[in-house]
């Protein structure tokens, strides 16, 4: 796990590229990598690239960032190395993220005459591009972020991983092309518009995550999930999708396996690989444990394939000691029973409150999560761990949402009103004044966003209704925040056409709220600790072997996903119904002058409070 980040003057009037610049965002990422930094400078100076490392596959200089590959000596250059100069032809690449199939992919190309020179996944890369242009993307298994300057078309590459694991913002403007890792080091730098992008601010207060491409700045956009960007002398191309969970869905062929007990031996094989490929590291790798199905059936594979010294991590809340919220002795329970290395870290509101400054630098953009990750995650650092596996995509796959319910109930129920014009709109402008007193506004909205599976989900997962936004932010800006991010419409596209509700659901909690809220979180709790969280439910292996029965008659459930460890967990955990990872934010929050004056109670307030905090 690292930070990157790059300037390329493309155009014919584009300065030469400021190496102050360059630095300063660079050092702008400090914890995503405190083990070495680079920088590399193009010899005509109108293109940089900046690296900030955390080490974890390769620790040895070989795997040094910037990195380009060798004009007739033996290791991988720091490009333009007066001792070693790099190949002329030669691409560089910085790099975020790790490979998981980099050992497949250095077999097969060492059986086709290539030579390398380091045991790093970053080397792959190179020689993959050298091979295959922007199409390598194809046949990488892992996250990721990189971008790889091309000397010979004087171009650069943008990449992001298919599931959206791993960030990368950029600014374009129309002659130079900047990009890291971070929101927050962009800026730094100095050099980008921050106009307050309404689509970015009214999605926040909509979704509670700031929903990709936007940002809270009109300058700088993030890198979809599953594409590739490329910025040449003619300037910077629009991204190019590679892969598209709602499309893989629909193009996947329906396989049914309706019995149980072969069903769950297949769930059992799919899963142990993936979990196998995410344990490769050349430090230990610990798993975030809470009492649910995910992170249990997740820490016995890995005890399973992954050998005896496994640690594990359950963080508990001093609110919570005694009550049905407390996970802790349960996860200590299943600890016991697979033999793990097992530690509980506890918080309580004076962390928080001592924490808060430093959670909210990190955060990078606003979100209504985050803040169990990133507690688990100090603790994990503490604990001496630069890596853990966490659970995240479990429900998405596997069913466990409300929505996946939900959903298709609310659009059964509500169905006939669609023969009426206006009927729903009327009903929620009748019925809102009385909703918002005596229940969530959201039941305003049961037959307006009830027709449809995507307006369905919207609603569910809405932090503020529709109709809301110009009551929390300025009215012309949450217009044309809406008009903008066009949410109606953008998650029909995902979807529509699905040959089963099961599979629409699934894409929509796949591509919205675990890729903009779960993953994002991740990444930026994790990497304010410098800790690298992995997510063995969400590769791209694992989603190709379920996808087709997801699509199919008897998709597979948490009950299956939690029955399929060789070793048997408690039943506690294995009939417990999902629940929510809790966490006393509205306690800590609450108006009572002890933490924040939050303007309203819960994660509303807790959204004001984020989104006060991130915005300049």
Request: with cysteine; net charge neutral.
């Amino acid at each position: 796990m690292c930070g990157i980040n790059l300037i390329f003057g493309y155009g014919a009037n584009a300065p030469p590229i400021d190496e102050t610049e360059l630095y300063t965002v660079r050092e702008a990422m400090i914890p995503r990598g405190p083990d070495e930094a680079g920088i590399w400078r193009g010899p005509d100076g109108k293109v940089g690239l900046g690296h900030r490392r955390l080490s974890i596959i390769d620790l040895s200089p070989t795997g040094h960032q910037p990195m380009t590959l060798p004009g007739g000596h033996g290791a991988p250059e720091r490009p333009g190395g007066p001792d070693r100069p790099a190949r002329p032809d030669a691409p560089v690449v910085v790099f975020n993220g790790e490979i998981y199939n980099y050992r497949e992919l250095r077999t097969e190309l060492e059986q086709a005459g290539t030579t390398l020179f380091s045991n790093s996944d970053t080397e792959i890369l190179l020689h993959l591009y050298m091979r295959d242009g922007p199409a390598m993307v194809e046949r990488l298994r892992g996250m990721f972020a990189f971008a790889i300057w091309d000397p010979v078309k004087r171009g650069m590459l943008l990449a992001r991983d298919p599931m959206g694991i791993k960030p990368l913002y950029y600014a374009d403007d129309g002659q130079s092309l900047r990009a890291a890792s971070q929101v927050r080091a962009l800026c730094a730098g100095g050099n980008v518009d921050r106009t307050p992008d309404p689509a970015g601010h009214a999605g926040f207060f909509l979704l509670g995550y700031v929903p990709d491409p936007h940002t809270l700045y009109r300058g700088i956009r993030a890198l979809p999930a599953g594409t590739t960007l490329w910025c040449d002398g003619n300037g910077c191309a629009a991204p190019r999708n590679y892969f598209d969970v709602g499309d893989a869905f629909r193009n996947a062929p329906t396989q049914t396996i309706a019995d149980r007990a072969e069903r769950r031996e297949y769930l059992h094989d799919v899963l142990a690989d993936s979990v196998r490929a995410h344990l490769i590291a050349d430090v230990p790798v610990g798993v975030f444990l809470s009492a649910g199905r995910d992170s249990t059936t997740l820490a016995a594979l890995a005890r399973e394939v992954g050998g005896d010294d496994l640690r594990t991590i359950t963080l508990g809340f001093s609110e919570f000691r005694g009550r049905e919220e407390d996970e802790t002795i349960l996860a200590e329970t299943v600890a016991r029973e697979l033999g793990t290395t097992h530690e509980t870290s506890w918080v309580a509101r004076e962390e928080f409150a001592a924490d808060r400054t430093k959670l909210f630098a990190a955060m990078d953009q606003p979100t209504i999560d985050g803040v169990n990750t990133y507690f688990v995650a100090k603790a994990a650092a503490a604990a001496g761990l630069k890596v853990a596996l966490s659970g995240v995509g479990g429900d998405e796959l596997f069913g466990g949402y409300p929505s996946f319910t939900g959903a298709p109930s609310l659009v059964r129920r509500a169905r006939w009103s669609r023969r009426i014009p206006g009927l729903g709109k009327g009903f929620r402008m009748v019925s809102g004044p009385l909703a918002r007193r005596m229940t969530s506004p959201k039941y305003a909205g049961l037959l307006e966003y009830g027709t449809s599976l995507a307006d369905a989900y919207l609603l569910r997962r809405a932090l503020f209704a529709p109709w809301e936004l110009p009551t929390v932010m300025d009215p012309d800006m949450a217009a044309a925040g809406w008009a903008e991010l066009a949410p109606r419409i953008n998650l029909a596209n995902t979807a529509d056409g699905h040959k089963k509700d099961r599979a629409a659901i699934s894409a929509l909690e796949l591509s919205w709220y675990m890729r903009g809220q779960l993953l994002r979180d991740a990444d930026w709790a994790g990497m304010a600790h410098s800790l690298e969280i992995r997510t063995p439910l969400v590769d791209v292996e694992l989603f190709g072997a379920l996808a087709p029965l997801i699509a199919g008659d008897h998709p597979p459930t948490k009950s299956d996903l939690v029955n399929t460890p060789r070793t048997r967990l408690p039943r506690d955990v294995r009939v417990r119904p999902k629940t929510g990872f809790a966490i006393p934010v509205r306690e800590w929050v609450q108006d009572k002058g002890r933490i924040s004056n939050a303007p309203e109670r819960g994660l509303r307030g807790w959204a004001r409070i984020a989104h006060r905090e991130l915005s300049d």
